[in-house]
């Protein structure tokens, strides 16, 4: 089955830095890769996805990539604020909207 | 739009008695919806996937007649935890998928915190 996994684990970065999440996938037949941010206590709020037509999708501060040779999505937000201190999760799912996977979590840490 | 509500939004009760967790979409109908289990500082565990009208699909590893769900409308799951225990304890989070975009987004509800005694 398909296997999910992020890097890296934690990430502190200054208030107006870049952060950059990476998830690689095992299934080649992933076609959905979202990215969702779970503050603590709470649900996962989703911010930005992708799909395997596109190459890379942006968002104000937020962009994901897509390499589906290489089987790797990345998160990049820019100009980082204390509020985007977050765990942030990647997931993949397959063919005819299938369970979503998910990658083992980025804890965010934006100091100001 | 694409608002998911739960309720409780957390519970303590006894060891052995069992817990009722309601999922609802509020804004948009579901046929499919997902239970999710969170222990501390890890990621999301599917348990299940809840169909509308009919029986939900388990994950492996996960007990169908302790985890009983019941997806009786296109707006309303629910995850029964039969005879908790402690390590039961745990934030569960369900997920549903807006039948009417045919898309494979899953907006999550704001979880459910079970603590048992």
Redesign the interface.
């Known amino acids: 089955g398909e296997n999910v996994e992020q890097h890296p684990s934690t990430l502190s970065v200054q208030e107006g830095d870049s952060a950059v999440i990476k998830c690689t996938y095992s299934d080649s037949a992933s076609n959905y890769f979202p990215w969702y941010k779970q503050e603590l206590g709470k649900g996962p709020q989703l911010i930005i996805d992708i799909r395997s037509n596109v190459g890379e999708k942006k968002d104000q501060r937020i962009a994901v990539t897509l390499n589906k040779t290489a089987k790797h999505f990345s998160l990049h937000i820019t100009e980082t604020q204390p509020e985007d201190s977050a765990v942030y999760f990647c997931a993949a799912s397959g063919p005819q909207g299938g369970k979503l996977i998910f990658g083992q979590g980025t804890e965010l840490s934006v100091k100001p | 739009g694409a608002v998911?509500s739960?309720h409780p939004s957390r519970v303590i009760c006894k060891s052995g008695t069992s817990v009722k967790i309601e999922c609802r979409s509020l804004d948009f109908q579901a046929t499919?919806m997902?239970w999710y289990r969170q222990f501390p500082k890890?990621?999301?565990m599917?348990m299940a996937?809840s169909n509308e009208g009919s029986k939900a699909t388990y994950e492996q590893g996960v007990e169908k007649d302790k985890f009983l769900i019941n997806h009786a409308s296109l707006t309303l799951s629910t995850l029964t935890v039969t005879s908790a225990h402690p390590e039961d304890s745990s934030f569960y989070?369900c997920s549903a998928?807006d039948t009417g975009t045919h898309?494979?987004?899953?907006?999550?509800?704001?979880?459910t915190?079970l603590l048992v005694l």
């Open positions: 998911v739960q499919t997902f890890q990621s999301l599917l996937t989070i998928r898309q494979e987004t899953q907006y999550f509800g704001p979880g915190r």
